[in-house]
């Protein structure tokens, strides 16, 4: 059996379209859309409305966690458009759904990122995809969970759940095979982004399931440029599967 798994996609359409040649099944834990690209800032849904020098100066303030002065520059664009920002976020947020869910191969088994959007997802799936958050499914005899989404931290993405109804989806998962997340599990070493240069955030509560139930593999992504990408808890092989915007390939799991 082999599964291609993906994570952090963010907005990379072309690639994805050819992620799954080769494997039985696709696996993507998240962060389909891209907002803002802190590698190249004319890219990104952020650039297209307020062009590359706004996008660079927001950027910049966010890097150096003047989180404050971010949100009122923010503002004080989003008020330059014409009518509620939100309307030109999702339009622009559909046009990249549409675009990626066309392009992802199928069967594919998905779950969301923090910066993803879940109300949007049930417009864009198509047979074959299967969205899990909190939920368990068997693939080549191994039974694999999912728990989508981040936690909350100063940046404000838009899917930050709180601690608490991140850790009932992980108990609602219980004992699998492979535990994929979003997130990595809150190991200094894997939640350290060495070009970012900052610790993102990691989930206890994963850490706690993985040292109890001790399954074969967890699997994540988030962190784009991380200290380390594996680590390992007793049996299981923690694998950051990688930043799929910047590499363009997957990881290959296969059993």
């Not at 997130?183 to 900052?198: F, M, N, Q």
């Not at 991380?226 to 997957?250: D, I, M, Q, W, Y």
Request: with cysteine.
């Amino acid at each position: 059996m082999r599964v291609h798994v993906v994570s952090d996609v963010h907005g990379r359409a072309d690639a994805l379209a050819a992620a799954g040649e080769g494997a039985d099944a696709l696996i993507c834990l998240g962060d389909l859309i891209l907002f803002i690209d802190y590698d190249d800032h004319a890219q990104g849904i952020f650039a297209d409305l307020f062009g590359q020098e706004k996008a660079a100066e927001f950027i910049g303030l966010r890097t150096a966690k003047r989180f404050d002065e971010a949100r009122a520059m923010s503002a004080a664009l989003w008020a330059t458009l014409d009518g509620d920002p939100r309307e030109h976020i999702e339009r622009n947020v559909r046009a990249q759904y549409a675009n990626l869910f066309a392009a992802m191969p199928t069967p594919a088994y998905l779950t969301y990122g923090n910066v993803d959007l879940p109300r949007l997802w049930a417009d864009y799936v198509r047979p074959g995809h299967q969205v899990l958050d909190g939920q368990t499914v068997e693939i080549g005899g191994l039974r694999f969970g999912f728990v989508g989404g981040g936690l909350k931290t100063p940046y404000r993405t838009p899917n930050e759940i709180s601690d608490e109804e991140f850790a009932a989806k992980v108990e609602a998962v219980g004992e699998v095979d492979v535990l994929c997340c979003h997130i990595p599990p809150a190991l200094p070493e894997l939640l350290y982004d060495v070009v970012a240069r900052r610790f993102e955030r990691g989930s206890e509560a994963t850490l706690e399931a993985i040292r109890r139930t001790q399954p074969r593999y967890a699997l994540f992504g988030h962190v784009h440029n991380p200290l380390h990408s594996r680590a390992r808890v007793g049996r299981t092989e923690c694998v950051n599967v990688g930043h799929f915007r910047g590499k363009g390939v997957p990881f290959i799991l296969e059993w």
